[in-house]
């Protein structure tokens, strides 16, 4: 049986020409780009050539452009820089972040004794501007303001732009978790007050296992990595060539495409949500799919019955793949807790639904009509 691929936000499949971009550099260019000869010089130049094409792409200078493992470094990096090189000594966040950002900031105010707030959060998951002013306004310290651009569960937008002229007028440090954005939307750092970015290049057809950090030039930090001059200082170790040339060709790829691409996976999207509504009673969605919102995500909320309770399970035994997360859940599963600062409803089953430029209307009627099945 064919299987549906419906969890795009957690990884996507890897582009074919992607592949093809990165095959020579598992074999015949090995070299370390730290080599003076030849064979590292060749490696040396595909790092510099794939740096300089993402910066041209978020217009950027390539300077402040640092290739990582992946979102979770690249957020730990900008978060841990703001406390000890640039004097932060209040966090802003939100209680809807991804784990990277939520455990690190944790560990600061655990630890390291640096003061946590949450800004309030809007029942459609967006936050409250006039609170997080409120929370700038109102702080003795030097803030960081760390927030993601689109939410990876209920894909509701914050607007980037409004956070970083808060952040200008408060003289707070802005990082954005642009995890779930780059490759999706477009990204221009000239006009964007920010002073961190991050990506991860498996949100958008690229390898696993490498990610991007943007630090503004007008900042200076210490590395969090350390042992080798890689990165220009910034981040030790031998870098990751054949991940950091996909992730530059597949930024390539989704930035060429992404007017027909996002038309398509939205398409595909408006069709589920249209779909479930017509073949499902009670069916409701978390966050707001027709506001500002990530057009790869789609958050439905099913009423809990003996038989939905199990419809993660179901649905992979029929070979379909998405991805949970509930208010509250028996067991292992702790439950979401993205869902929980939305709702309190115990009576919902939530099933992510997320979306990638592969994915088609047939396969929504698939998805459909097995869920009409189960539920």
Do not use: W
């Not at 003076?36 to 217009?59: F, W």
């Not at 809990?304 to 599963?333: P, Q, R």
């Not at 993205?338 to 709702?343: D, L, N, P, S």
């Amino acid at each position: 049986m064919q299987r549906i691929y419906f969890d795009n936000a957690a990884t996507t499949p890897l582009d074919p020409e992607v592949f093809e971009v990165m095959k020579p550099f598992f074999t015949e260019k090995f070299g370390n780009p730290s080599s003076i000869y030849s064979y590292g010089r060749e490696t040396r130049m595909a790092i510099e050539n794939a740096r300089k094409s993402v910066a041209k792409i978020l217009n950027a200078h390539p300077a402040e452009i640092f290739f990582t493992s992946g979102g979770t470094e690249s957020t730990n990096t900008a978060i841990n820089a703001a406390v000890c090189d640039l004097g932060c000594k209040h966090i802003i966040t939100s209680p809807l972040e991804h784990h990277a950002t939520l455990h690190c900031v944790e560990h600061l105010a655990k630890d390291c004794g640096v003061k946590l707030s949450y800004v309030k959060v809007l029942p459609g998951g967006q936050i409250d501007y006039d609170d997080l002013e409120k929370l700038l306004k109102e702080s003795k310290e030097k803030c960081l303001v760390t927030l993601m651009h689109g939410n990876n569960e209920i894909g509701t937008m914050t607007d980037m732009e409004r956070v970083g002229e808060l952040c200008k007028e408060y003289d707070a440090i802005y990082n954005a978790d642009t995890v779930q954005t780059v490759g999706h939307f477009p990204i221009d750092l000239r006009k964007l007050p920010v002073h961190f970015i991050n990506a991860a290049g498996h949100k958008f057809h690229g390898p696993k296992g490498v990610g991007m950090l943007y630090i503004n030039e007008d900042i200076k930090i210490h590395p969090f990595v350390n042992g080798g001059s890689q990165e220009r200082g910034m981040r030790a170790g031998t870098e990751n060539i054949y991940g950091i040339v996909g992730f530059a060709k597949a930024l390539e790829l989704a930035v060429a495409n992404i007017e027909t691409e996002s038309a398509h996976i939205r398409e595909v999207r408006n069709y589920m949500m249209e779909s479930l509504l017509k073949n499902i009673p009670a069916v409701h969605f978390n966050g707001d799919p027709e506001g500002e919102s990530l057009y790869t995500v789609l958050s439905v909320a099913f009423p809990k019955t003996e038989k939905s309770e199990m419809l993660l399970f179901n649905l992979d035994i029929n070979n379909i793949c998405a991805s949970g997360g509930s208010a509250c859940t028996s067991g292992v599963e702790t439950g979401s807790h993205v869902i929980r600062a939305i709702t309190s409803d115990p009576n919902q089953v939530t099933v992510r639904f997320s979306f990638s430029k592969y994915n088609t209307k047939e396969e929504v009627d698939v998805v459909v009509e097995k869920l009409k099945g189960l539920i």
